[in-house]
C-alpha cells in the first residue's frame, strides 16, 4: 500500500475517533449462537412472504411458529415483539448484531426507507446463497486432500510408534552393522517412542500460537498477509475476497446505501485485515473527492481487470452492475483455481505417502537381505 493512501487511512481513523465519532445506539442482545445456514434460510423465507404481500409482522409471525426451538427462533420471536411495539424492522434486528451484521441491518433499512423491502430481501437473500455457495466449494474441496493428509499421517505415525520397534528387537538379533537408511529409521522410531507426547503437544501449540496471533492487531494483520502469500491458496483467497468485496459493495450500492457508508460496511464485513485496510484506503480516498477505480488500482490489491471494470462502472453510471459482474468473475475464477489445486495436492499426497511407507518398507528389507545373504554364504 503506497504512503499516500496509509496517510489517507490514519486521518479517517483520527476523525472516527474524535469527539464526533458515532455510537451504536442499539441495545446488543444474545439470545445464543446461530448458524449461518439457518439465517440464510431465515433470509429466504421471509423474502417469499415478502414476495407473497404479507405484512412484515405477520412473515415474522408465520416464520416464528414454523421454526424449531433454538437460538434463532428466539431471535425471531424478539424481533417479531420489537416490531409489534412499534420498532422497524432494521431497528429490531440491530438489537442482535451478532446474528444479523451491519450489511444486512443497513440493506434491511434502505429497504424500508425506499419502500422496495421485498426487492432488498431478494437481492440479500441472492447474496447469502452466493456467498454461502463460494464457502462451501472452498471447504468441499478441501475435504478429500485433508482426508488423506490426516490417514496419511496416522498410518505412518502408527507404523514408526508399534511396527518399527518390533523389527528393532528383531534386528538386535543379527550381527554385523545396520543400513544407514535402517539405522536412522530405527533412531526415528525410537526418539517418537521416547517422546510421544510431543505429538499431542505440537499441534496443541500451534495452534494456540495461531489463536494468540490472531488476537493481536499485529498479529493478525501478520496471518492474513501470510495467507494471502502461501501457494496455491494464497490466490484462492485473494480472489474470494475481492468477490465478497465486490459482491457485497455492488449489493449495498444497488439497495441505495450511499458509497461511502457502503464502503464502511464492506471494509467491517472483510474477514480480512490486508483487504480491510485496502477498503479503507479507497474509502479515504473518495471521501476526499477521487473516483473510486484511482485508489483501488493504488491499494495493490486489486488486479487490473477489476480495476479497470471498475473505471467503465462509474464511467457509465452502472458501477452497480460491473461490481456484480467482477464478483461472478472473481467467483468463477475460484471455482477454477480450487480445482486446479485439488488436482495438484491429490496426486501430490498420494506420492508423498508412497514415497514415505516405500522409505520405511525399503529400510526393514535391507537387514532382511543381508541376512539372507549370510544364510547363504
Not at 441491518?105 to 447469502?128: D, H, K, P, Q, Y
Request: aromatic share 6%; proline share 4%; glycine share 8%.
Amino acid at each position: 500500500m503506497s504512503d499516500k493512501l496509509k496517510a489517507r487511512r490514519e486521518r479517517l481513523a483520527e476523525k472516527a475517533s474524535g469527539p464526533g465519532a458515532a455510537e451504536p445506539s442499539a441495545q446488543r442482545r444474545s439470545l445464543g449462537h446461530v448458524a449461518r445456514k439457518a439465517k440464510v434460510l431465515f433470509t429466504l423465507q421471509f423474502a417469499t412472504l415478502q414476495d407473497a404481500g404479507l405484512p412484515v409482522l405477520r412473515s415474522l409471525k408465520v416464520l416464528e411458529n414454523q421454526m424449531e426451538s433454538g437460538a434463532m427462533k428466539r431471535v425471531v420471536g424478539e424481533i417479531s415483539s420489537d416490531v409489534e411495539a412499534g420498532s422497524s424492522l432494521s431497528e429490531a434486528m440491530a438489537k442482535h448484531p451478532s446474528v444479523f451484521d451491519d450489511l444486512y441491518v443497513n440493506m434491511i433499512r434502505a429497504g424500508e426507507a425506499s419502500g422496495a423491502l421485498t426487492i432488498i430481501c431478494n437481492r440479500l437473500a441472492g447474496f447469502m446463497e452466493k456467498a454461502e455457495a463460494l464457502r462451501r466449494r472452498i471447504r468441499g474441496a478441501m475435504v478429500y486432500p485433508m482426508m488423506v493428509m490426516l490417514i496419511a499421517i496416522a498410518i505412518v505415525t502408527f507404523i514408526m510408534l508399534f511396527v518399527v520397534p518390533k523389527f528393532e528387537d528383531a534386528f538386535a538379533q543379527l550381527r554385523g552393522e545396520l543400513p544407514g537408511m535402517t539405522r536412522f529409521l530405527i533412531d526415528t522410531s525410537r526418539w517418537l517412542v521416547d517422546h510421544w507426547y510431543l505429538l499431542l503437544a505440537l499441534p496443541l501449540a500451534v495452534w494456540s500460537t495461531l489463536v494468540m496471533l490472531g488476537r493481536s492487531p499485529s498479529g493478525r494483520h501478520f496471518l492474513d498477509r501470510v495467507r494471502l502469500k502461501l501457494p496455491l491458496v494464497g490466490g484462492i483467497i485473494q480472489r474470494s475476497q475481492v468477490a465478497r468485496f465486490a459482491r457485497t459493495l455492488g449489493t449495498l450500492s444497488s439497495s441505495g446505501v450511499p458509497l461511502l457508508q457502503a464502503l464502511e460496511i464492506t471494509g467491517e464485513a472483510s474477514g480480512n485485515v490486508v483487504m480491510r485496510e485496502a477498503v479503507d484506503a479507497v474509502k479515504v480516498a473518495v471521501k476526499e473527492g477521487e473516483p473510486i477505480a484511482r485508489p483501488m488500482g493504488e491499494c495493490g490489491f486489486f488486479d487490473d481487470i477489476v480495476v479497470n471494470m471498475v473505471d467503465v462502472g462509474e464511467e457509465t453510471g452502472e458501477l452497480d452492475r460491473m461490481l456484480m459482474k467482477i464478483a461472478d468473475n472473481n467467483d468463477t475464477e475460484v471455482d477454477v483455481r480450487v480445482a486446479a489445486m485439488t488436482a495438484v495436492l491429490e496426486p501430490l499426497l498420494i506420492v508423498t505417502m508412497a514415497v514415505i511407507v516405500g522409505f520405511i518398507v525399503v529400510s526393514l528389507y535391507l537387514p532382511l537381505l543381508k541376512l539372507q545373504e549370510l544364510i547363504g554364504k
